[in-house]
């Protein structure tokens, strides 16, 4: 069983930064592609971005492109979500997702249903 475990949130003012983490336990982190969504009140749940198995390949939601950054380190079974200049509408609950199979295409990797396991959620607020 995978197991996720997202940390990092927090509230923070417009303009500030914070860096999201998921550390995955279970299995062989280096198996997954991982990815970043969030829910907004009152909202579905969004995509942020993803990070190939590897780290070698980025995908980002055209809303953070520019401002956030996906990474991961397979050494200690974690990724990472830098984001800098947040703004208000960044306030959501993040989640990190982990998919086993191999995602190609801004559509797929952006899809809920190809992640398999998913962490609980850490709560970003933004101020203005």
């Known amino acids: 069983q995978v197991q996720l475990v997202e940390s990092g949130g927090g509230l923070v003012q417009a303009g500030d930064s914070l860096r999201l983490s998921c550390v995955v336990s279970?299995?062989?982190?280096?198996?997954?592609?991982m990815a970043w969504f969030r829910q907004a009140p009152g909202k579905g749940r969004q995509f942020v971005s993803h990070?190939?198995?590897?780290?070698?390949?980025?995908y980002y939601a055209d809303s953070v492109k520019g401002r956030f950054t996906i990474s991961r380190d397979n050494a200690k079974n974690t990724m990472y979500l830098q984001m800098n200049s947040l703004k208000p509408e960044d306030t959501a609950v993040y989640y990190c997702?982990?998919?086993?199979?191999?995602?190609?295409?801004?559509?797929?990797?952006?899809?809920?249903?190809?992640?398999?396991?998913w962490g609980q959620g850490t709560q970003v607020t933004v101020s203005s």
């Open positions: 997702a982990a998919a086993a199979k191999v995602l190609f295409g801004s559509t797929a990797v952006a899809t809920e249903g190809l992640y398999a396991y």
């Open positions: 990070i190939s198995r590897s780290g070698g390949g980025t």
């Open positions: 279970g299995r062989t982190f280096s198996n997954y592609a």
